[in-house]
């Protein structure tokens, strides 16, 4: 990832959020590089969270201050800087089985 970029985690998302929704709802900030809602693997169904790309920091950091907390879709979302992945831990590496 160059410096520029950042990655936002959204949390409380309405279930019935695409992907086009999610982008489209920060795309008002900036250039979105990327929006992703995660879903379960066995359901196809939203977490209720998802990650949103952009390719300048500064309108990454519009959009946390605009979005953090506003009602989109019924639900108050939550927006902030997205961590680094925790490193999975236990028997199987994998972490399936």
């Known amino acids: ?4 970029e950042m ?3 959204v949390g409380n998302l309405s279930y019935q959020m695409t ?12 250039t979105v590089s990327s929006a992703k809602i995660i879903t379960d693997r066995e359901t196809n169904r939203s977490k ?12 990454a950091e519009a959009a946390i201050e605009s979005l953090n907390g506003k009602d ?5 979302l939550v927006v902030n800087e997205a961590r680094p992945p925790k490193p999975r831990t236990g ?4 972490g399936r089985f």
Not at 91 to 94: F, I, V
């Open 19 to 30: 992907d086009a929704d999610l982008e489209a709802a920060f795309a008002a900030f900036g």
């Open 7 to 9: 990655k936002l985690y």
């Open 48 to 59: 209720g969270f998802g990650f949103v790309e952009f390719a300048n920091r500064s309108e």
């Open 72 to 76: 989109v879709s019924g639900r108050a």
């Open 1 to 4: 990832m160059r410096k520029l």
């Open 91 to 94: 028997s199987n590496p994998r």
